[in-house]
């Protein structure tokens, strides 16, 4: 336990990355702490989902170290991140629409028993356990059966990042949640992180749009054009402050 | 959302019956039962229906595997071809004496590798189902022409055990309805019941999603094709068994016969979204219908075009059932 104190959870170092002659990402260092909520900004190509998707090993670094709880690590697929507790919740790849919540909810890890050749899915219990995170998360009136289709995207963020918390993740990255979504429901999903880092997660927050994640982040880290630009604490700094960082660089 | 509070009981069982896959097929049934009950006197007959059901179960066993597949998301067209060669090659193997339990493992076998090629070719190479299983259509066809040289072949023995395939019980019943039976059963509880099942709905809903979730969408197609090669193969063996022979153009047309039964039964050719029972139903309501017309006199060549009405209707209910459901 002490040692987890010491090491941050998450560490990238010196990650460098290039697709043919275009440097996506050079010489960038990131750090997400424990029970950390760090916000990580950048214009459409600054390199925050190339980033990401290096740390939950969708692309290997061409360079550079990544380390979680302080073992160094590479994952070579996102199973493999999944694993030791990384969960990330894709803008649009998140639910099926033609199946029901629970489906959805256990959809990769469904508890089964097996007779036979076949595993059979334990319905009841998927209902009751996706009733219950349904409730938590406050969106109980849904029943586990109905589909995910009749959903508004912000209950569908819910969801997504309810399983995440449910299946013990230690690191939640969300990409863009708040994209295609109305102003209720962005607040809405701001409090689920909040209760998430509640319950000792940490969060990547990814968007690039600083006013959804100033009120909730600890940490901001800006990217410009696969340049890290800026590492914010959030009592030293304003958004103003960070735009103008991320604007002056542009220059 | 507010309507369903204010819902009446009547609108809110209505609403829950919508909730069916399958209601557009039954619906249908229903109608079309009405129909030729009043046709003809004799429609309405245990006899009826088990002569309804003994031609049903060919088409229907393998509209169960093509209606498996296209709720993950690809197509089989092969599978007349697929059931022609399962016959032809258990004729063959009978013929040359092999024993008859062995033979109709073999020929099962073959129509499970062809499944396999079929799921090979379109799964490395990434062209659509619709064109790898066109093309191999036209080449077991060919094939099949080819060793025949267009003739018959017909099967002399009388195996107990080539018997059990189509065999008369209950006076009039066959057991190849309850070979349908018992694999919609089977099927069904694999689709809604099992991970695997689970696996085929999310791959054909958003395969994007699957994967990312850690589903192997192409292991869920592959052993899709292969269900689609096994069950069109049974359906092989069960027309041998029945007509004691082989046409070399047997099941030409089926394919498309097997895709009617299933979209009539509740199965979004889109993928994701189906059910095996509807497959079922769908298979049954064709049978119905060339029952049907034979009794109520009608010349055999309305068949097609009756069953091409079917389809469309069915299909629009299906999509406005959804609709509804969907608010």
Redesign the interface.
């Known amino acids: 336990m002490r040692t987890e104190e010491k090491f941050p959870l998450v560490e990238m170092k010196d990650i460098r990355k290039e697709f043919g002659k275009v440097r996506a990402l050079n010489h960038v260092d990131f750090r997400v702490g424990q029970k950390e909520v760090v916000g990580l900004l950048g214009d459409n190509g600054a390199g925050k989902s190339t980033l990401i998707k290096i740390l939950v090993g969708l692309y290997p670094p061409d360079q550079g170290e990544i380390f979680f709880e302080g073992r160094k690590v590479r994952f070579s697929s996102?199973?493999e991140a999944?694993a030791v507790g990384i969960e990330?919740v894709?803008q649009d790849?998140?639910?099926?629409?033609?199946?029901s919540i629970s489906?959805n909810f256990?959809?990769?890890?469904?508890p089964?028993r097996k007779i036979g050749p076949?595993?059979?899915?334990q319905?009841k219990s998927m209902d009751k356990d996706c009733h219950e995170i349904l409730v938590e998360i406050g969106i109980g009136v849904r029943s586990p059966s109905e589909?995910v289709?009749?959903l508004s995207g912000g209950e569908r963020q819910a969801i997504s990042i309810g399983r995440a918390m449910y299946f013990g993740a230690k690191l939640l990255v969300l990409d863009e949640p708040t994209a295609a979504l109305s102003i209720k429901e962005t607040n809405k999903v701001l409090d689920y992180v909040l209760q998430a880092r509640e319950k000792g997660l940490s969060v990547i927050y990814i968007t690039h749009n600083i006013y959804h994640v100033f009120p909730i982040a600890d940490r901001f880290t800006a990217l410009d054009r696969g340049v890290k630009v800026g590492d914010f604490n959030k009592t030293d700094t304003t958004p103003e402050k960070i735009i103008e960082i991320i604007c002056k660089t542009r220059v | 959302m507010n309507s369903r509070e204010q819902s009446s009981p009547f609108s809110l069982f209505f609403k829950r019956c919508l909730e069916y896959r399958e209601i557009g097929g039954i619906i249908g049934l229903i109608i079309i039962s009405a129909i030729f009950a009043l046709l003809s006197k004799e429609f309405l007959t245990i006899t009826t229906f088990a002569a309804i059901l003994t031609v049903t179960a060919e088409l229907g066993v393998i509209a169960v595997g093509s209606a498996f597949l296209i709720i993950s998301g690809e197509f089989d067209l092969s599978v007349g071809s697929i059931f022609a060669v399962g016959a032809m090659a258990l004729a063959l193997l009978l013929n040359a004496g092999i024993y008859p339990i062995l033979s109709v493992l073999i020929s099962l076998a073959l129509t499970i590798s062809m499944g396999y090629m079929n799921g090979i070719i379109t799964l490395r190479t990434g062209i659509p189902s619709f064109i790898t299983t066109l093309g191999m259509m036209m080449f077991w066809r060919g094939v099949l022409l080819a060793i025949t040289g267009g003739f018959t072949i017909s099967y002399k023995g009388d195996s107990f055990f080539i018997n059990l395939f189509s065999e008369r019980f209950w006076g009039d019943f066959t057991t190849s309805a309850l070979w349908l039976i018992g694999i919609t059963i089977i099927f069904e509880i694999v689709l809604s019941g099992t991970r695997y099942g689970n696996w085929v709905y999310a791959t054909g809903g958003s395969s994007g999603v699957a994967r990312a979730l850690g589903v192997n969408v192409n292991r869920v197609k592959m052993i899709g094709f292969m269900i689609s090669g096994f069950l069109s193969g049974l359906g092989g063996c069960i027309n041998l068994s029945r007509f004691r022979l082989v046409d070399p153009t047997l099941g030409m047309g089926m394919e498309l016969e097997a895709i009617t039964a299933a979209v009539i039964g509740g199965t979004l050719l889109t993928g994701g979204y189906g059910s095996i029972v509807g497959a079922f139903i769908g298979a049954f309501l064709v049978g119905l219908v060339r029952t049907g017309l034979i009794l109520a006199g009608a010349p055999a060549y309305w068949y097609r075009a009756f069953i091409g009405i079917i389809l469309v209707i069915a299909a629009v209910i299906n999509i406005r059932m959804k609709k509804k459901v969907s608010g």
């Open positions: 996102p199973q999944r990330t894709y790849l998140a639910l099926v629409p033609l199946m489906r256990f959809l990769g890890r469904e089964t076949f595993r059979f899915l319905k589909n289709e009749f």
